[in-house]
């Protein structure tokens, strides 16, 4: 198993949700503060990734140097072999152990990454000016709390696996460039259509993501909807209905799910072919060196050894770019959760409390200082930012132990007084 697939299984990896979405978000700038939270676990797994994907150079040279020193004699060749097993053993033990050590460290910052987005969302539903309520169903919110935040930190997870990759193509590249320069120029090809691939495709990239996560939004919402109105359901005798209807949401998100990943997969797959015929070409110029007696076998084992590793090289470029797209995406469906909170507060710093002991939580002893024996307003004033609408110049005296009927038409303002009465939305006057 790949160390992409490898990391993936240990995350709960799942299609998103969401409507229509505000305007498009740059999301490089909440990328790059993101980055920085964390700036010592993130270059650690930068560098414990690099020094995974890096060994495999390793096996290249082992074998080189085993093929060029062969003399004929077979108890030469044996004892080569032998040495060159060990070698190779302990190369790859080395690789194993860089790998758990890194699958270690990058779990924890997988783990850091969701708490700190997830804690903003939740603190500034929480505790934001006038604590908005969500915009949409709670089912979609708990989609875009997960989901979401899982596709933010799948373009970190591919930078590390590109970061890599890019390490282990530019040693390659080299130790080739000094055996046959003219492939040095061949491994760039592949790298450069797939940056011009998914750039061209950028806006279909969007596209079919939004319309996915939108699709997955609506079956969540659905649900959530349900469970809060099963009575009326059984009492309608609409059981039928509701589940054609589930049937239908499942169906469009189906479809979605499908035209947004087939899509994705084409143009990784477009990137793999391409760095293939790189391969096809390195060996049709290899073959001619053989014949021209410029190139040893030892060099022969050295370049496919490192053919296959250096297509990974395009396909996680490809793959940062695309999942950059997905980053932009998830960006504008949380903040539409946040409405008109800036941004950065998606990637604001603080603590998350992974480890160690919690914060105290002071407890507040109630005595009758806080008895509410009257509740008095004059000249209540907020109006929504948006509409202008809401309430105005409101005057009035509730003392405890009354009973006081709010009524009026839909859209009249009942729910915005409550709102402003119970400080969840600021009072203008």
């Known amino acids: 198993m790949s160390a992409t697939a490898t990391k993936t299984a240990a995350r709960s990896a799942a299609p998103t949700a969401g409507p229509d979405q505000p305007g498009r978000v740059t999301p490089l700038p909440l990328l790059w503060r993101l980055l920085r939270y964390a700036p010592g676990l993130f270059l650690l797994n930068l560098g414990l990734w690099t020094v995974f ?16 020193s062969l003399d004929g004699t077979i108890a030469g060749a044996t004892g080569r072999v032998w040495l060159l097993l060990g070698l190779l053993l302990v190369a790859g033990l080395a690789r194993m152990l860089a790998f758990f050590s890194s699958f270690v460290v990058f779990a924890t910052y997988l783990y850091t990454i969701h708490a700190l987005l997830r804690k903003n969302l939740l603190n500034w539903l929480m505790n934001g000016p006038g604590a908005p309520s ?19 930190f799948n373009w970190i997870d591919v930078l590390f696996d590109f970061g890599g990759s890019l390490a282990f193509a530019g040693a390659a590249t080299v130790l080739m460039y000094r055996i046959e320069p003219t492939l040095s120029l061949v491994v760039l090809v592949p790298l450069v259509l797939a940056a011009g691939v998914v750039n061209t495709m950028g ?32 009492v309608a005798s ?51 060196s053989l014949r021209a007696g410029t190139f040893t076998v030892g060099d022969f084992a050295l370049f496919a050894s490192y053919l296959g590793w250096i297509t990974g090289f395009p396909r996680f470029g490809s793959r940062v770019l695309t ?9 504008e469906r949380m903040l539409r959760i946040l409405q008109d909170a800036p941004p950065a507060t998606l990637v604001d710093h603080g603590p998350v409390y992974l480890s160690g002991a919690l914060p105290a939580v002071p407890r507040v002893v109630r005595s009758d200082h806080h008895r509410l024996d009257l509740l008095e307003a004059t000249g209540l004033t907020y109006r929504h930012p948006r509409s202008g609408r809401g309430i105005e110049a409101i005057d009035l005296r509730l003392p405890r132990g009354s009973f006081t009927v709010v009524t009026g038409r839909i859209g009249s303002g009942k729910s915005t007084l409550l709102r402003v009465l119970l400080g969840l939305l600021p009072r203008e006057a």
């Open 53 to 68: 994907y890096m060994l495999p150079l390793a096996n290249g040279l082992i074998a080189q140097s085993f093929f060029d």
């Open 134 to 152: 969500l915009p949409d169903s709670p089912g979609e919110a708990i989609s875009r709390f997960r989901d979401d935040v899982e596709e933010i």
């Open 203 to 234: 806006g279909t990239i969007r596209k079919f993501r939004r319309a996915s996560r939108a699709a997955t939004s609506r079956v969540t919402g659905f649900i959530g909807e349900l469970f809060g109105a099963v009575q009326a359901v059984k």
């Open 238 to 288: 609409a059981e039928e209905s509701v589940i054609g209807a589930f049937r239908r949401l499942n169906a469009e998100r189906r479809r979605a799910a499908l035209k947004d990943n087939l899509f994705t997969e084409s143009i990784d797959s477009f990137n793999q072919n391409t760095g293939q015929l790189a391969i096809g070409v390195m060996l049709l110029v290899i073959a001619a």
């Open 323 to 331: 999942r950059y797209r997905h980053a932009g995406v998830s960006f």
